[in-house]
């Protein structure tokens, strides 16, 4: 005979306290929630690849896959600190390594040290060690990184390159005479989509490594170099520049959008940190035949590191279950399971690169011989503040052109969150 769910429920209560357990005991065996942002191409395929991996090595255990769509988490974000405030976490939740985790969650007391369990599962060792730092705090680790990801990275279509004569560019003067052919040429010359802002902020970031050099951009962050670097003016001068080479609907376009426009042979360049190429492996590009790749113009040798990792929050529902997913996100097998679907590069040493393409070899050789610096607009850098007031100012600054109020402003925003 059937029994109805309530009946059930009641049922599993009562057998619950006959063995001592209690009721959240009973219910944390059946279910995890896992919470992020990636609803895009190869981001999502990715994730599914990591749910159907979890599911095979703990097949009763039901992952509930909570995604918000939004280019870098943008929309994702807002919903995750209003469930963290309100007492009602994931079991575990994407978020970008760095103050994005520190500042908002690690700081505030919401979330667990997982020292242990990454001693426990005798991995700590096995990640590279400067990623593995941007999720610790106090001597404590809070969370697993799933990947690396570069944030100046800059694609191109070889064919419309090829068609218009136009070689790849050597330095941010040879960029913006490449940019000017195309436009010539009636091509869109640097395709971009901004209209969550972030990639623009994105495109300013990668200037500011070009002309402050890598020692310089991360004294931004740690002291060494003042905001009014004249350095930091010459980004904003050759961002102003490269803005008038890109399509005239990037605010009403998703980053996605703007990668399908290249793709489609409208666009030369498009500027986006490497996810995009595990967007175009979706669409059906093969690394070095279809596109090429390099770091932005003048921002050679230097790698814009942007991590995704997963921890466990205080109050989790299912923390057991969440053990299960940060172990296997931790194991080789997770990562090499993840990373070549997503466009990544994973955080541990001991990956097969065999399974990595092209460009993601190319990557995790840069990443081990370039100077890494903290993305801004992904978390990493900066405070919240700090990068929602940068990403107003570049918006700002696109419209009114106006140079030194920008400069100015970088200034102050620096001032008030940095300092």
Same mark, same amino acid.
């Given at each position: 005979?059937?029994?109805?769910?309530?009946?059930?429920?009641?049922?599993?209560?009562?057998?619950?306290?006959?063995?001592?357990?209690?009721?959240?005991?009973?219910?944390?065996?059946?279910?995890?929630?896992?919470?992020?942002?990636?609803?895009?191409?190869? %981001?999502?395929?990715?994730?599914?690849?990591?749910?159907?991996?979890?599911?095979?090595?703990?097949?009763?255990?039901?992952?509930?896959?909570?995604?918000?769509?939004?280019?870098?988490?943008?929309? =994702?974000?807002?919903?995750?600190?209003?469930?963290?405030?309100?007492?009602?976490?994931?079991?575990?939740?994407?978020?970008?390594?760095?103050?994005?985790?520190?500042?908002?969650?690690?700081?505030?007391?919401?979330?667990?040290?997982?020292?242990?369990?990454?001693?426990?599962?005798?991995?700590?060792?096995?990640?590279?060690?400067?990623?593995?730092?941007?999720?610790?705090?106090?001597?404590?680790?809070?969370?697993?990184?799933?990947?690396?990801?570069?944030?100046?990275?800059?694609?191109?279509?070889?064919?419309?390159?090829?068609?218009?004569?136009?070689?790849?560019?050597?330095?941010?003067?040879?960029?913006?005479?490449?940019?000017?052919?195309?436009?010539?040429?009636?091509?869109?010359?640097?395709?971009?989509?901004?209209?969550?802002?972030?990639?623009?902020?994105?495109?300013?970031?990668?200037?500011?490594?070009?002309?402050?050099?890598?020692?310089?951009?991360?004294?931004?962050?740690?002291?060494?170099?003042?905001?009014?670097?004249?350095?930091?003016?010459?980004?904003?001068?050759?961002?102003?520049? +490269?803005?008038?080479?890109?399509?005239?609907?990037?605010?009403?376009?998703?980053?996605?959008?703007?990668?399908? +426009?290249?793709?489609?042979?409208?666009?030369?360049?498009?500027?986006?940190?490497?996810? =995009?190429?595990?967007?175009?492996?979706?669409?059906?590009?093969?690394?070095?035949?279809?596109?090429?790749?390099?770091?932005?113009?003048?921002?050679?040798?230097?790698? +814009?590191?942007?991590?995704?990792?997963?921890?466990?929050?205080?109050?989790?529902?299912?923390?057991?279950?969440?053990?299960?997913?940060?172990?296997?996100?931790?194991?080789? %097998?997770?990562?090499?399971?993840?990373?070549?679907?997503?466009?990544?590069?994973?955080?541990?040493?001991?990956?097969?690169?065999?399974?990595?393409?092209?460009?993601?070899?190319?990557?995790?050789?840069?990443?081990?011989?370039?100077?890494?610096?903290?993305?801004?607009?992904?978390?990493?850098?900066?405070?919240?503040?700090?990068?929602?007031?940068?990403?107003?100012?570049?918006?700002?600054?696109?419209?009114?052109?106006?140079?030194?109020?920008?400069?100015?402003?970088?200034?102050?925003?620096?001032?008030?969150?940095?300092?």
């Amino acid at each position: 005979m059937l029994l109805k769910k309530s009946t059930l429920l009641s049922v599993l209560l009562v057998v619950a306290l006959m063995f001592g357990l209690s009721f959240s005991a009973v219910a944390q065996d059946g279910e995890v929630e896992i919470f992020s942002w990636w609803t895009g191409g190869g %981001e999502e395929e990715g994730l599914n690849a990591l749910i159907e991996l979890f599911n095979e090595q703990y097949p009763d255990v039901e992952v509930i896959n909570a995604t918000v769509a939004g280019g870098a988490g943008s929309n =994702a974000k807002a919903v995750l600190k209003t469930r963290m405030v309100g007492g009602n976490p994931p079991d575990s939740f994407q978020v970008h390594g760095g103050a994005e985790l520190v500042d908002t969650y690690v700081e505030t007391g919401m979330m667990q040290p997982i020292t242990g369990l990454l001693e426990e599962w005798g991995v700590k060792d096995k990640f590279n060690q400067q990623i593995l730092e941007m999720s610790s705090y106090e001597g404590e680790y809070y969370s697993i990184p799933v990947n690396v990801h570069r944030s100046n990275a800059m694609f191109y279509n070889k064919s419309v390159l090829e068609e218009n004569g136009v070689e790849p560019p050597t330095d941010l003067d040879s960029f913006v005479d490449a940019l000017a052919e195309l436009d010539e040429a009636g091509v869109v010359p640097l395709a971009l989509g901004d209209t969550n802002k972030w990639p623009a902020g994105q495109i300013f970031e990668t200037l500011l490594v070009a002309t402050l050099g890598p020692d310089g951009y991360n004294g931004l962050w740690n002291g060494s170099t003042a905001a009014d670097d004249p350095a930091v003016r010459e980004a904003l001068v050759y961002f102003d520049k +490269i803005m008038e080479y890109v399509n005239d609907d990037h605010s009403a376009l998703t980053w996605q959008d703007a990668t399908q +426009i290249m793709q489609e042979g409208e666009a030369g360049f498009n500027i986006m940190g490497d996810w =995009a190429e595990g967007y175009l492996k979706q669409l059906g590009w093969t690394p070095g035949e279809e596109f090429g790749w390099m770091p932005v113009p003048g921002s050679e040798g230097t790698f +814009i590191v942007v991590t995704d990792t997963f921890g466990l929050p205080k109050g989790a529902p299912n923390p057991e279950n969440a053990k299960k997913w940060l172990k296997t996100i931790a194991s080789v %097998e997770g990562q090499d399971t993840f990373n070549p679907i997503k466009g990544s590069i994973p955080a541990r040493l001991d990956a097969d690169e065999s399974k990595y393409d092209a460009y993601l070899t190319s990557a995790m050789e840069d990443f081990a011989s370039d100077t890494l610096s903290p993305s801004i607009v992904h978390g990493s850098a900066a405070p919240e503040g700090f990068i929602t007031a940068m990403n107003d100012t570049i918006n700002e600054f696109i419209t009114t052109g106006d140079v030194d109020q920008a400069f100015e402003s970088f200034q102050a925003n620096h001032e008030e969150y940095v300092q």
